[in-house]
DNA sequence: ATGGTTGCTTAGCAA
């Protein structure tokens, strides 16, 4: 099995890219985040016409979240649903045969200090609080997204200067290991444990081109699935910018690469 | 350089 996650930032500017990566990749689930639609734009029947079944959970011009699938979705989940009033699209989930997928779009938190800031504290607590109330830590589940705080030194270029904001202060690391403490696997650390690894690089200032990256896109899964993945990495082909072509259409990436982790079958 | 680029929605916000 195996499962993809991409912060698309736009699915329907990013359609063809999208067709592309399935046809590339062809991933048995790819969770989808930033869709910056409603429902309604999503390109459903594109998505059905290359062999993928889709839950979305989209929003007007921010957030959104789906998830496609090879086979059929079961018990689909939208939202945190834990009562509080939050018109945010940023968290879906389906099971596939014995294994659960979460996607979901954390939030970036602005700066430090901010009511944004307020909002993704209060958020990573949510989400834990959902994953104890929708799962178990014994399951076989793949928590995966745009998580928006890297781990540790070997997940920036630049640790120095990203410390004091909302991807790396301490308080926002302390955030993601609550997620990672609630029973979670880093799948892409269970293979590579170099550094220069990225999953995002800023649209600005050139950071592509000065490699000048973050990895902020996780596919973290219990300790009963991390045990069958046999491969996880990052499509950053999928990041490079291309030539531009001569008619000037534009063909941006999203500012996101791909991840991806593969999965043995279950034992027994 | 309080900068830079992209997307949604149309001048300002979010990332």
Same mark, same amino acid.
């Given at each position: 099995?195996?499962?993809? !996650?991409?912060?698309?930032?736009?699915?329907?500017?990013?359609? +063809?890219?999208?067709?592309? $990566? $399935? =046809?590339?990749?062809?991933?048995?689930?790819?969770?989808?985040?930033?869709?910056?639609?409603?429902?309604?734009?999503?390109?459903?029947?594109?998505?059905?016409?290359?062999?993928? &079944?889709?839950?979305? $959970?989209? *929003?007007?011009?921010?957030?959104?979240?789906?998830?496609?699938?090879?086979?059929?979705?079961?018990?689909?989940?939208?939202?945190? +649903?834990?009562?509080?009033?939050?018109?945010?699209? %940023?968290?879906? !989930?389906?099971?596939?045969?014995?294994?659960?997928?979460?996607?979901?779009?954390?939030?970036?938190? #602005?700066?430090? #200090?901010?009511?944004?800031?307020?909002?993704? *504290?209060?958020?990573?607590?949510?989400?834990?609080?959902?994953? !104890?109330?929708?799962?178990?830590?014994?399951?076989? $589940?793949?928590?995966?997204?745009?998580?928006?705080?890297?781990? +540790?030194? %070997? =997940?920036?270029? +630049?640790?120095?200067?990203?410390?004091?904001?909302?991807?790396?202060?301490?308080?926002?690391?302390?955030?993601?290991?609550?997620?990672? =403490?609630? #029973?979670?696997?880093?799948?892409? %650390? *269970? &293979?590579?444990?170099?550094?220069?690894?990225? !999953?995002?690089?800023?649209?600005?200032?050139?950071?592509?081109?000065?490699?000048?990256?973050?990895?902020? =896109?996780?596919?973290?899964?219990? *300790?009963?699935?991390?045990?069958?993945?046999?491969?996880?990495?990052?499509?950053?082909?999928?990041?490079?910018?291309?030539?531009?072509?001569?008619?000037?259409?534009?063909?941006?990436?999203?500012?996101?690469?791909?991840?991806?982790?593969?999965? #043995?079958?279950?034992?027994?």
């Amino acid at each position: 099995m195996k499962i993809m !996650s991409w912060n698309v930032n736009s699915v329907r500017v990013r359609h +063809d890219r999208l067709l592309a $990566l $399935l =046809d590339r990749h062809a991933p048995d689930v790819l969770c989808l985040q930033e869709l910056k639609t409603e429902d309604k734009g999503f390109p459903f029947e594109a998505v059905r016409a290359a062999g993928y &079944h889709a839950v979305t $959970l989209g *929003q007007k011009t921010y957030n959104g979240v789906a998830l496609l699938s090879r086979t059929e979705p079961a018990e689909v989940l939208r939202g945190l +649903d834990d009562g509080v009033e939050d018109p945010q699209a %940023r968290l879906i !989930s389906a099971r596939y045969g014995d294994t659960r997928v979460v996607c979901v779009y954390v939030p970036n938190g #602005g700066e430090m #200090g901010s009511e944004k800031w307020a909002y993704k *504290q209060a958020w990573y607590a949510r989400l834990i609080a959902w994953l !104890s109330r929708n799962a178990s830590s014994r399951d076989a $589940l793949a928590l995966c997204g745009d998580f928006n705080v890297s781990f +540790d030194d %070997r =997940d920036l270029k +630049d640790p120095a200067a990203w410390v004091d904001g909302v991807l790396y202060h301490p308080d926002a690391r302390a955030l993601l290991k609550g997620v990672v =403490d609630w #029973g979670l696997v880093d799948t892409f %650390r *269970q &293979h590579q444990s170099e550094g220069g690894h990225y !999953s995002w690089w800023d649209y600005r200032a050139g950071a592509w081109q000065k490699n000048d990256g973050l990895r902020i =896109d996780f596919i973290l899964a219990t *300790q009963a699935l991390a045990a069958r993945c046999t491969a996880a990495g990052i499509d950053i082909a999928e990041r490079k910018p291309p030539k531009k072509s001569p008619d000037g259409k534009d063909d941006n990436p999203s500012d996101h690469a791909p991840i991806w982790a593969e999965f #043995g079958d279950a034992a027994g």
